[in-house]
């Protein structure tokens, strides 16, 4: 093709733009970096601006979390777009973003950006703080009362398990690693396990009261982590529970309580001593018992009074002889003996005595037996027998 040629042509696509009318040539828009694309919404506004909109908005929503700020934020999205479009219908070039992006926007919009936002460190106020100084202090690093949301910053990379946590209810917040929440996690799966099935043949033990039951051992759960929650803890705090029917008092009482009975749990290595003091004191108080263990197959380390001393006879008992075998228990340790727990327990092999040297029980045949007479004994006599022993070795040791 020539030059002429060309020149020809391009004379014809000149007449043809002069002869089409004005109303078709439509400006397009200036052309916008990729950048600037998603930093803008359909309706020009920067994402800036709109999240400072749901900020507004999510102030005057109900405080007990009510979705009605953000419903707000809907409708006025709903609105600009109608106003939008009745005012720029004529620029319909600014439909060059895709359906899909606009939603994902104003989906990003109104959620916040939840998926990228991970809250590791709240504090809380410590007084009532005007709102328009709330807003100042927004996005503050570090600011008393301000929520505090680093880029990367993950609780268990500096925090260990044993670090010090303040309780959830407090007025100062806290930070707690995720060990630390692992770990009372597994505590409360334990307790709701026990809750559910401590005294249930007892009336007090309403669905109500066992509330009661597991807001007590959660407290002390989450204050005594280092303890935790152990099986056997429930039957400790339930006796109290019914006495006071009442969750301060008796969760004050437990941790009292707690001191003394926590070395028997396993972590405490008390019930060895216990063990080894009911050996001795056997041997020198009934003898003859004493052999008989020792040939039936040895069961002198007294492993079945391991419940007997974990629970202060609880199990042993019904709920009215508990009351008086613990008040005698923590009397005894002014009057007479620290230890009374352990003739008490020698008390019940004592008033049993025919039956097992009769019967010429070996180990088997006396934890079956304690397990069948477990809420039958008398305890009015296992007491008085439990006195007597004390004044034996009283005797023992005054005449040696």
Known sequence: ????????????????????????????????????????????????????????????????????????????????EEEENGNNSSESCHSYKTDREVDVKKENVINGDRAGIQPIEVNTFSGSTDKDDTDDSNGEKGEQGALNVPDSLDASSHLSADSAAVSPVSSSGGVYSTELLDCFGLNLHRIEKDVQRCDRNYFY???????????????????????????????????????????????????????RMAKNFPHGGAMDSHFANMRSLIQILDSEMFELMHQNGDYTHFYFCYRWFLLDFKRELVYDDTFSIWETIWAAKHVASSYFVLFIALALVEYYRDIILDNNMDFTDIIKFFNEMAERHDAKAVLKIARDLVFKLQNLIENK
Not at 29 to 46: A, F, V
Not at 217 to 240: I, N, R
């Open 1 to 80: 093709m020539n030059d002429s040629d060309n020149e020809g042509e391009n004379k014809e696509v000149m007449e043809i733009m002069q002869e089409m009318p004005t109303s078709q040539h439509t400006e397009l828009p200036p052309c916008k970096s990729p950048r600037q694309d998603t930093l803008e919404t359909e309706s020009g506004r920067s994402l800036s601006e709109n999240i400072e909109d749901v900020e507004e908005i999510s102030q005057e929503s109900s405080p007990h979390g009510s979705d009605e700020g953000i419903g707000h934020f809907r409708r006025s999205i709903a609105e600009d």
């Open 205 to 259: 033990f309403t669905p109500a009261n066992l509330d009661k039951l597991r807001n007590v051992m959660c407290t002390y759960v989450w204050e005594h982590l280092d303890v935790g929650y152990v099986q056997g803890m429930c039957d400790l705090v339930a006796p109290l529970l019914v006495i006071f029917d009442d969750e301060a008092k008796t969760y004050s009482c437990f941790c009292e309580l707690m001191k």
